[in-house]
């Protein structure tokens, strides 16, 4: 009689050692200072209205909506969400500064003219059938006559 009390304790202690995860909310990040809860609130507000066209779809697909009614009903839905979607960027842009912005602009014309400057004026791509050196034409390397692909960049040669 004993034996059974303690392996019947002994199966209840395992059931709620496994059934505890269930029944304990999920612990959540903690967000830093820097959550803008009305660009947050607006992304949530868009993706409803992305739920609600998908299911206005699936209920014409079932037939619980008529052509008509599902029409009108998208037509709606599309002009909510592209307000939220027009509310979104004015947001975003918002909160970009100005001087980010250009420091991003400024980093990509750099890149930009380091890229071209590497570049050959003139590219080849003459065949090495008639003797010619052939060139990438995305990084202007050298290729060796049975390239299919740039050594260099992984271009697709021609």
Same mark, same amino acid.
């Given at each position: 009689?004993?034996?059974?009390?303690?392996?019947?304790?002994?199966?209840?202690?395992?059931?709620?050692?496994?059934?505890?995860?269930?029944?304990?909310?999920?612990?959540?990040?903690? !967000? #830093?200072?820097?959550?803008?809860?009305?660009?947050? $609130?607006?992304?949530?507000?868009?993706? @409803?209205?992305?739920?609600?066209?998908?299911?206005?779809?699936?209920?014409?697909? &079932?037939?619980?909506? $008529? !052509?008509?009614?599902?029409?009108? @009903?998208?037509?709606?839905?599309?002009?909510?969400?592209? /307000?939220? +979607?027009?509310?979104?960027?004015?947001?975003?842009? /918002? +909160?970009?500064? !100005?001087?980010? #912005?250009?420091?991003?602009?400024? @980093?990509? *014309?750099?890149?930009?003219?380091?890229? &071209?400057?590497?570049?050959?004026?003139?590219?080849? &791509?003459? $065949?090495?059938?008639?003797?010619?050196? *052939?060139?990438?034409?995305?990084?202007?390397?050298?290729?060796?006559?049975?390239?299919?692909?740039? !050594?260099?960049?992984?271009?697709?040669?021609?």
């Amino acid at each position: 009689m004993l034996w059974i009390l303690i392996a019947f304790f002994l199966l209840l202690l395992a059931g709620v050692i496994i059934l505890l995860p269930f029944f304990r909310p999920p612990a959540l990040a903690e !967000p #830093d200072g820097a959550v803008d809860h009305k660009l947050l $609130s607006l992304y949530i507000r868009r993706d @409803q209205l992305y739920q609600a066209i998908r299911e206005a779809k699936f209920d014409l697909d &079932t037939g619980k909506l $008529s !052509p008509e009614d599902y029409e009108r @009903q998208v037509a709606r839905l599309k002009r909510q969400a592209a /307000s939220v +979607l027009r509310a979104i960027d004015k947001r975003e842009a /918002s +909160l970009v500064s !100005p001087e980010w #912005d250009e420091q991003i602009e400024a @980093q990509v *014309r750099t890149a930009r003219s380091g890229r &071209t400057a590497r570049r050959p004026a003139v590219v080849t &791509t003459v $065949s090495a059938k008639a003797g010619r050196a *052939r060139y990438c034409p995305q990084c202007g390397a050298r290729l060796e006559a049975e390239d299919r692909f740039c !050594p260099a960049c992984g271009a697709r040669v021609a």
